[in-house]
C-alpha cells in the first residue's frame, strides 16, 4: 500500500520558517514528479512547487516563488519543502503528491489530477 505521510506542519509567526517533509512507503518515487499543493479554510487547493524526479528541475508557484524551495532525497524516498519568510497567508493544510504514471519526466506538473498519491495533509498556521 503506498503511502504519503507529511510532517513539519506547526504553528509560526509571520517571517519564520518551516521545512515540511513527506516521506513515501509502499513504493519508489525516485523515478517520478513529485509535488507540493495546499488548500486554506474556504479555498481550492492549490499548486505550491513541483520537482523532477533527479531534482535539478523544480517550479514554483509565483506567491511563493523567492521563498520557498523544494528538494528531494531519492535514498529516502522523501520529498522537503523548506519555507521562509511565512506570512499569514501562507496558513494552509499543505499536501504532498506523487505523480504516478510517467517516469523520467522532463515536464513539471502543476495540475491537482496530474497526481496519482496524496498524503493526508499538515497544517501550516502563519499569525500576523
Known amino acids: 500500500q503506498v503511502q504519503l505521510v507529511e510532517s513539519g506542519g506547526g504553528l509560526v509567526q509571520a517571517g519564520a520558517s518551516l521545512r515540511l517533509s513527506c516521506a513515501a512507503s509502499g513504493r519508489t518515487f525516485s523515478s517520478n514528479a513529485m509535488g507540493w499543493f495546499r488548500q486554506a479554510p474556504g479555498k481550492e487547493r492549490e499548486f505550491v512547487a513541483t520537482i523532477n524526479w533527479r531534482g535539478d528541475s523544480v517550479y514554483y508557484a509565483d506567491s511563493v516563488k523567492g521563498r520557498f524551495t523544494i528538494s528531494r532525497d531519492n535514498a529516502k524516498n522523501t520529498v522537503y519543502l523548506q519555507m521562509n519568510s511565512l506570512k499569514p497567508e501562507d496558513t494552509a493544510v499543505y499536501f504532498c503528491?506523487?505523480?504516478?504514471?510517467?517516469?523520467?519526466?522532463?515536464?513539471?506538473?502543476?495540475?491537482?489530477?496530474?497526481?496519482?498519491?496524496w498524503g493526508q495533509g499538515t497544517q501550516v498556521t502563519v499569525s500576523s
Open positions: 503528491a506523487a505523480h504516478g504514471k510517467f517516469y523520467y519526466s522532463t515536464r513539471h506538473y502543476i495540475e491537482d489530477y496530474e497526481y496519482d498519491y
